[in-house]
C-alpha cells in the first residue's frame, strides 16, 4: 500500500513538472512572440518613419531646384554661384525644415548649341538631409546631380510663362523656338504655319481655342523635323486629347512637336517684380526717367542743359478705348535723348549722348492723376543712337510710336506692364473719334518684348500671340512689321483693359512677324536679356 501511494504521489509529482514545465514553455513562447511581434512592430514603424524622411528629403530637393532657379532668374543670385543654401519647411508635417546645401562642380560653363540655341550648362550636387521630427536617429541624405541651364529668352521666337494662344484671322507664319510654360491652344481662321523645329510645351497642346472647343476653318501647319528642304504637317485635330498623341505627335513632326508627356519641362524666367521702381532693372538702369525728370548714373540732368528741350514731355494723353481710359503720356524722343536737336547732321549732336552706357534705360510714373492710366511712350526711334543696342523697361504701359530701330539696327528690346504698337500714321487728336478715322499705315518694329497679357476665361479670349501688341487703329489691309522675340512672363497690372475686336478698338493688320535671327548670336542679344532657367535631372543617389 505504502509502494502505491508513494508511486501516485510520484506520477502526480511528475504530472506537476510537466505541467509546471508546459506552462513555462508557453510563457517562453509567448514572451518570443511577443518579443517579436514587437520587433517587427518596430521595424515596421522604422521603415514608415525612414520612407517619410526620404519624402522629405525629396521635396526639399525639388523645393531647391526650383528656388534655386528662381534666384537665377530673378538676379538674387549670381548665374556661377558657387555655393548656395535653401530651407524647405514643411508646414503639413510639424514644421519639420530640411535644409539643401547646393554646392557647384564644374569652374566653367559648357556651351551647348541646340540647333542655333546657346545653352549655357553647368552641374550642381544639391545634398538634402532630413531627420525625422519623431525619431531624431532616422536621417536620410539624398545627392541629386543637376544641370543647371541657361537659355537666354530672345533666342525664343515666343516664350510663355502661361497658356499660349495663338489664333490669327490672316495667314500668319512664325518661325523660332516656341515655348509654353503651360498649355498651348492653336489654331487658325485662314492658314497658320509654324515653320520652327521647336515646338513645345510643358503641358498640354491642343488645336482649338481656349475659350471654345469649336474648331477653326482654317489650318495649322507645323514644320516636320527632316533634313532638306521644309516639309509641313497640318494638325487636323491630332493633340493632347487625341489617343494615340504620345506617338503620333513624334510620328507626324519627328520631334518637333512635343508637350509634357514628352519630358517637356517648365523653364523659370523673371516675375513682374524685377520691373517695379525697386527691382532688378531700376537698380541697374544707368539712365532713369521719373515723372518727367532725367538721371544719369543717379545725376539730375537739367533740360536745355544737359539735354535737348522737349526730350521728355508729360503733358499730352491719348485716349485708349480697350481700356476705356485717357492715358497719360510720358514721351521720350530716343533722338533727343542722344543729344540731336532738329537740323543737327549725323554724328554731330548739338548736346551730349544722354542714351544710357549700360544700355538700360528705365522710366515711370506715379503722377497720372485720378481716372488716368500712365504710359510710356518711346517716340523717334527708329534709329537707336548707341552701338551696344538700347533696352528700354517700365512698370507701366509702353507704346512705341512709329518705325523702330529701322536703321542702322541695333540688339533692343522693350519690358514693360504691356505693349502697345501705334502705326507711323498715328494722331493723339483721332484717338476719341470712330476707328475709321484713325487709319494705320505701315510700320516695321525691329524689337524683343516682354510684356504682360491677359488671362482667357469662358467668352473673354485674350486675343492671343497675335493680339500680343496691343492695337488702336484700322490696320485692314495694312502690314506690320515685326522681326525680334515675344515673350510673355506675367499679367499686366495697369493695362487689364478686356480684348475686343473691330469699333471702337481696331482692325488686324497683315501680320509680317519672324524671329531675329541675329538673337542666335549671344554677342547680339539686347542689353540685360534675361535668362530661362532650367533644371535637368542627372543622377542621384541616398546616403
Known amino acids: 500500500m505504502l509502494f502505491r501511494r508513494l508511486l501516485n504521489e510520484n506520477k502526480k509529482g511528475q504530472a506537476l513538472i510537466l505541467s509546471y514545465t508546459i506552462v513555462v514553455v508557453f510563457v517562453i513562447i509567448s514572451v518570443s512572440l511577443f518579443a517579436k511581434a514587437v520587433s517587427e512592430k518596430n521595424i515596421a514603424q ?52 530640411v535644409n539643401s546645401q547646393i554646392r557647384r562642380l564644374e569652374d566653367s ?15 550642381y550636387e544639391f545634398v538634402s538631409t532630413a531627420m525625422h521630427p519623431e525619431n531624431n536617429t532616422i536621417i536620410v541624405t539624398l545627392h541629386q546631380i543637376v544641370a543647371r541651364r541657361l537659355i537666354p529668352a530672345f533666342q525664343y521666337m515666343i516664350f510663355y510663362n502661361d497658356d499660349l494662344e495663338i489664333l490669327p484671322g490672316p495667314v500668319m507664319t512664325l518661325s523660332g523656338r516656341i515655348h509654353s510654360n503651360k498649355d498651348i491652344y492653336v489654331d487658325s481662321n485662314s492658314t497658320l504655319t509654324i515653320d520652327s523645329l ?27 523635323n527632316k533634313p532638306g528642304a521644309p516639309q509641313y504637317q497640318n494638325m487636323n485635330n491630332l493633340d493632347s486629347d487625341s489617343p494615340n498623341w504620345t506617338d503620333e505627335a513624334i510620328n507626324r513632326w519627328q520631334g518637333t512637336v512635343k508637350s509634357s508627356v514628352h519630358g517637356v519641362t517648365k523653364l523659370t524666367a523673371p516675375s513682374v517684380a524685377s520691373i517695379q521702381p525697386a527691382g532688378y532693372y531700376r537698380s541697374w538702369a544707368d539712365v532713369a526717367i521719373s515723372n518727367g525728370a532725367l538721371t544719369k548714373n543717379g545725376i539730375p540732368l537739367t533740360e536745355g542743359v544737359d539735354y535737348p528741350v522737349g526730350t521728355i514731355t508729360t503733358n499730352t494723353s491719348a485716349y485708349n478705348n480697350r481700356e476705356g481710359k485717357f492715358i497719360k503720356m510720358t514721351n521720350v524722343d530716343l533722338k533727343k535723348l542722344a543729344g540731336y536737336v532738329p537740323n543737327d547732321p549725323p554724328g554731330t549732336p548739338s548736346f551730349s549722348n544722354n542714351l544710357p552706357a549700360n544700355g538700360l534705360l528705365y522710366a515711370t510714373r506715379d503722377d497720372a492723376g485720378a481716372g488716368l492710366e500712365p504710359g510710356i511712350r518711346l517716340l523717334n526711334g527708329s534709329e537707336i543712337h548707341r552701338n551696344g543696342g538700347l533696352t528700354v523697361v517700365s512698370n507701366d504701359p509702353v507704346y512705341i510710336l512709329g518705325d523702330y530701330n529701322t536703321v542702322n539696327e541695333k540688339p533692343t528690346s522693350v519690358i514693360g506692364d504691356s505693349l502697345n504698337l501705334l502705326s507711323n500714321n498715328w494722331k493723339d487728336v483721332n484717338s476719341t473719334q470712330v476707328l475709321g478715322s484713325r487709319a494705320a499705315k505701315e510700320t516695321t518694329v525691329n524689337c524683343a518684348f516682354i510684356a504682360g497679357i491677359d488671362t482667357t476665361t469662358a467668352g473673354n479670349y485674350n486675343g492671343g500671340l497675335e493680339n500680343y501688341p496691343r492695337f488702336h487703329e484700322n490696320w485692314t489691309g495694312i502690314r506690320l512689321n515685326i522681326k525680334g522675340s515675344f515673350v510673355a512672363l506675367w499679367n499686366s497690372i495697369i493695362a487689364t483693359g478686356a480684348w475686343v475686336y473691330g469699333s471702337r478698338q481696331y482692325t488686324a493688320p497683315n501680320r509680317s512677324w519672324q524671329y531675329n535671327t541675329d538673337f542666335n548670336n549671344p554677342a547680339k542679344l539686347p542689353p540685360f536679356t534675361p535668362w530661362a532657367v532650367e533644371m535637368q535631372r542627372v543622377a542621384w543617389w541616398e546616403e
Not at 76 to 97: E, K, M, R
Not at 117 to 123: A, D, I, Q, W
Open 46 to 97: 522604422r521603415n514608415r518613419l525612414t520612407q517619410e524622411a526620404f519624402y522629405l528629403a525629396e521635396g526639399a530637393t525639388e523645393n531647391a531646384m526650383a528656388s534655386f532657379a528662381s534666384a537665377i532668374a530673378n538676379y538674387q543670385v549670381a548665374a556661377d554661384i558657387a555655393n548656395y543654401n535653401v530651407n524647405t519647411t514643411f508646414s503639413t508635417f510639424g514644421n519639420t525644415v
Open 198 to 224: 521647336y515646338f513645345r510645351s510643358a503641358g498640354d497642346i491642343f488645336n482649338q481655342r481656349k475659350d471654345s472647343p469649336t474648331p477653326s476653318p482654317g489650318d495649322v501647319a507645323i514644320r516636320v
Open 109 to 123: 560653363d559648357r556651351l551647348i548649341l541646340e540647333g542655333a540655341t546657346n545653352v549655357l550648362v553647368r552641374n
